[in-house]
């Protein structure tokens, strides 16, 4: 009697992307077969998946075709064992479902008779040699890339700044371009510690720096600038950074202080902090005799040490730090008076953060959409390349431009998530340490500290006559601290003078000018 049969073919489209798998050559090679055995093909279904499970629209399709067809199919025909599976467990459990149903698996290509026992040590064989393949073949190009970049060669996504050439030996190396000298401004820029990330990219935008804000943020953070190569841990091997062969654009020492500058570690200030919670002020002042700098250590005396703040130049100023930290928490104290103020301004932010809140949801949506339409984009190119009308390469091009961008859209998704749910914490926390500065101040670390007075007063300040003085004071602070009517001025004019000046401070008025507290 003539025996029937399936066919099924699979690839996927990686798989026909970066090794020709063809549908059709399957086809044209599987109904020859059967042609050549006198073997009858009733039924005839093709995957573009993966066959790492069974959870394949078509396998699904097939499988169902069998229950309603009891009987009537002999043969499930493939050209090889790992176009039916690539996982020996679920290859099994499948082989004896089919059994139940009347149905012998078989790949033309590579024969075996089920029914003998030590076949199946040569299924195992050929179900895991392609992945073994795979695997060989990825760890190659692991090995391969990390021996690149400990020889100093950048691989993978050039960095803004640099475009691809070829050295003295032939080999791929990276270049400075013609964005190179805005990259150097950018960092220039940012270390100057005058603008926030967000503030020194739009500036650096209409410079002619043609980049997003998330690649901004990347560009800003990447040591290859500096002409070192970061490897990973992997395995047994330690991280580590080597000398790359390209031409560094910045040096250490800038990269290191915007690296500080957008951690929170480094205000705009010449300061030497120090290690002693006695002297929370050294670095901060300067002397009113000579305008040198005044330092801070300690004396043994009786009873123990006593500290003071004293000139470096070896002018005689010398005063009590216990004096000088007492009289600094006074004048701590004068700057949170006005709650009035402090609780508009708060209302005023509140204000502006829920307001924004529905442009934050048509952002989210609009983010949403470009996925969907990014997730079309890849399954249209999908099937021009199974209808080959491309080829791999632009569809490889294609897939991994749709990669980046959506990598970028999910990151401002969560920046959006993230300042909708911590704001108010973030406001909260702000404005309890502005109504309680001193309690703050006095309940804080040394580098807690040092922070809020380096975020207040961005010059230096002189200590004279029992109080102090200084050119400059952040202009949030003199906002919140002044004798202002509240009721005189709007919630949005408030919240506008707020947003406007709190990321930058500048000068009052000419030099004459000072702030005494």
């Given at each position: 009697m003539k025996k029937t049969a399936i066919i099924y073919i699979r690839v996927s489209t990686d798989e026909q992307a970066e090794k020709g798998y063809s549908l059709q050559h399957q086809e044209e090679r599987l109904r020859k077969?059967?042609?050549?055995?006198?073997?009858?093909?009733?039924?005839?279904?093709?995957?573009?998946?993966?066959?790492?499970?069974?959870?394949?629209?078509?396998?699904?399709?097939?499988?169902?075709?069998?229950?309603?067809?009891?009987?009537?199919?002999?043969?499930?025909?493939?050209?090889?064992?790992?176009?039916f599976s690539r996982n020996a467990g679920d290859a099994y459990f499948m082989i004896n479902s089919l059994g139940k149903l009347g149905v012998e698996p078989q790949a033309i290509e590579q024969p075996l008779d089920l029914e003998i026992p030590e076949n199946k040590i040569m299924l195992?064989?050929?179900?895991?040699?392609?992945?073994?393949?795979?695997d060989r073949r990825a760890l190659n190009i692991i090995v391969g890339m990390r021996r690149a970049k400990k020889d100093g060669r950048w691989m993978g996504r050039i960095p803004h700044g640099y475009s691809r050439a070829?050295?003295?030996?032939?080999?791929?190396?990276?270049?400075?371009?013609?964005?190179?000298?805005?990259?150097?401004?950018?960092?220039?820029?940012?270390?100057?510690?005058?603008?926030?990330?967000?503030?020194?990219?739009?500036?650096?935008?209409?410079?002619?720096?043609?980049i997003g804000k998330n690649q901004f943020w990347e560009l800003i953070q990447n040591p290859a600038y500096t002409g070192k190569i970061f490897i990973r841990e992997y395995k047994d091997e330690e991280e580590q950074s080597v000398i790359g062969r390209h031409k560094p654009l910045i040096t250490e020492e800038l990269f290191n202080r915007v690296q500080d500058f957008i951690n929170g570690r480094r205000k705009n200030l010449p300061?030497?902090?120090?290690?002693?919670?006695?002297?929370?002020?050294?670095?901060?002042?300067?002397?009113?005799?000579?305008?040198?700098?005044?330092?801070?250590?300690?004396?043994?005396?009786?009873?123990?040490?006593?500290?003071?703040?004293?000139?470096?130049?070896?002018?005689?100023?010398?005063?009590?730090?216990?004096?000088?930290?007492?009289?600094?928490?006074?004048?701590?104290?004068?700057?949170?008076?006005?709650?009035?103020?402090?609780?508009?301004?708060?209302?005023?932010?509140?204000?502006?953060?829920?307001?924004?809140?529905?442009?934050?949801?048509?952002?989210?949506?609009?983010?949403?959409?470009?996925?969907?339409?990014?997730?079309?984009?890849?399954?249209?190119?999908?099937?021009f390349l199974l209808e080959q009308k491309i080829d791999s390469n632009d569809y490889k091009s294609m897939k991994k431009r749709y990669e980046r961008?959506?990598?970028?859209?999910?990151?401002?998704?969560?920046?959006?998530?993230?300042?909708?749910?911590?704001?108010?914490?973030?406001?909260?926390?702000?404005?309890?340490?502005?109504?309680?500065?001193?309690?703050?101040?006095?309940?804080?670390?040394?580098?807690?500290?040092?922070?809020i007075?380096?975020?207040?007063?961005?010059?230096?300040?002189?200590?004279?006559?029992?109080?102090?003085?200084?050119?400059k004071m952040n202009t949030v602070v003199q906002l919140i601290s002044q004798n202002t009517n509240e009721k005189s001025r709007n919630k949005k004019d408030l919240a506008l003078a707020l947003s406007a000046k709190s990321d930058k401070v500048g000068p009052l008025g000419l030099e004459p000018s000072t702030h005494r507290l």
């Amino acid at each position: 009697m003539k025996k029937t049969a399936i066919i099924y073919i699979r690839v996927s489209t990686d798989e026909q992307a970066e090794k020709g798998y063809s549908l059709q050559h399957q086809e044209e090679r599987l109904r020859k077969y059967c042609e050549l055995h006198d073997i009858n093909v009733i039924g005839f279904f093709k995957d573009d998946h993966s066959a790492k499970t069974f959870n394949r629209p078509e396998f699904k399709k097939l499988l169902e075709f069998l229950k309603k067809h009891k009987k009537v199919v002999d043969l499930l025909l493939f050209t090889k064992w790992d176009r039916f599976s690539r996982n020996a467990g679920d290859a099994y459990f499948m082989i004896n479902s089919l059994g139940k149903l009347g149905v012998e698996p078989q790949a033309i290509e590579q024969p075996l008779d089920l029914e003998i026992p030590e076949n199946k040590i040569m299924l195992a064989f050929y179900l895991a040699a392609p992945e073994v393949e795979n695997d060989r073949r990825a760890l190659n190009i692991i090995v391969g890339m990390r021996r690149a970049k400990k020889d100093g060669r950048w691989m993978g996504r050039i960095p803004h700044g640099y475009s691809r050439a070829r050295d003295e030996m032939d080999k791929p190396i990276i270049v400075p371009n013609e964005e190179a000298p805005l990259i150097v401004k950018a960092y220039k820029l940012l270390a100057k510690g005058l603008y926030p990330v967000e503030e020194a990219w739009r500036i650096m935008e209409k410079q002619g720096l043609k980049i997003g804000k998330n690649q901004f943020w990347e560009l800003i953070q990447n040591p290859a600038y500096t002409g070192k190569i970061f490897i990973r841990e992997y395995k047994d091997e330690e991280e580590q950074s080597v000398i790359g062969r390209h031409k560094p654009l910045i040096t250490e020492e800038l990269f290191n202080r915007v690296q500080d500058f957008i951690n929170g570690r480094r205000k705009n200030l010449p300061v030497k902090y120090c290690k002693r919670n006695d002297l929370p002020l050294r670095g901060f002042l300067i002397c009113p005799r000579c305008g040198k700098n005044l330092t801070g250590s300690a004396s043994k005396g009786n009873g123990g040490k006593y500290f003071y703040y004293h000139c470096l130049k070896g002018c005689k100023e010398r005063v009590k730090a216990e004096t000088v930290n007492r009289r600094f928490l006074d004048a701590l104290s004068t700057i949170s008076s006005n709650k009035n103020v402090i609780d508009y301004y708060y209302a005023a932010i509140d204000d502006l953060f829920k307001s924004n809140a529905q442009q934050k949801i048509k952002s989210v949506k609009k983010i949403h959409e470009q996925l969907q339409q990014n997730e079309e984009q890849v399954f249209k190119a999908q099937q021009f390349l199974l209808e080959q009308k491309i080829d791999s390469n632009d569809y490889k091009s294609m897939k991994k431009r749709y990669e980046r961008q959506n990598d970028d859209l999910v990151k401002q998704e969560a920046q959006f998530g993230i300042m909708n749910a911590e704001y108010k914490k973030y406001l909260d926390w702000d404005f309890t340490l502005i109504k309680n500065l001193s309690k703050g101040f006095e309940k804080a670390d040394l580098e807690g500290k040092q922070k809020i007075i380096g975020s207040i007063f961005p010059e230096k300040m002189i200590f004279t006559k029992n109080q102090f003085r200084t050119r400059k004071m952040n202009t949030v602070v003199q906002l919140i601290s002044q004798n202002t009517n509240e009721k005189s001025r709007n919630k949005k004019d408030l919240a506008l003078a707020l947003s406007a000046k709190s990321d930058k401070v500048g000068p009052l008025g000419l030099e004459p000018s000072t702030h005494r507290l």
